[in-house]
C-alpha cells in the first residue's frame, strides 16, 4: 500500500491543507514539492496569513491529496496525510527547496522571491488512503 501512497504524494503537486487556531480548522489549497525520497513535503506561504501563524502555535497538520477529475468519481483516489509542520530557518535545505519549488512550480517563482514568504516541512506520522467511496487503507508512519 506505500508504494500507492508514494506514487500519489509524487504524482501530485497540490494539496489542501487543514491547520488549527486551537478551535477551528481552517484549509488553504497549496502547490508543494515532495523530498526526493518521498518521505516529507514542502510548501511555501506568505508569513503575514492565518495558516501561518497556526502553524507556528499548532504545527500539527492534516493534508488531502486527491484524484478527482482524473477519473470516474468511484475510482478516486483520496489521500489524507497527517503530519507535523515545521518552519523552515534559512539555511542549505531551504536553498534546496527553493531550487525544487523553481523547478517543479515555474509559475511560482515570483512568489518564492519575495520578502515575508515561509518554507515549510511536513514530515509525515500517518496516511489513510480511500480508492472510491469504500475501501480505505490506513498507514502509520511514526
Known sequence: MIDKINA???????????????NKPYCSL?????SEAGDRLYMVTPINTKKYRNIKNHPEVSLLIDTRGEQVLENTQALTVSGTCTILKPDEEI???KEAFKRQHPDLQDFIR?????????EFDSF????GPERTHHEIVR
Do not use: H, P, Q, W
Not at 500519489?8 to 486551537?22: D, E, Q
Not at 519575495?114 to 511536513?122: N, P, S, T, Y
Open 8 to 22: 500519489l504524494l509524487m504524482r501530485k503537486s497540490s494539496c489542501v491543507l487543514a491547520t488549527t487556531n486551537g
Open 30 to 34: 497549496m502547490a508543494y514539492i515532495t
Open 95 to 97: 536553498d534546496r527547496v
Open 114 to 122: 519575495k520578502r515575508g514568504v515561509a518554507f515549510l516541512r511536513v
Open 128 to 131: 489513510l488512503l480511500a480508492e
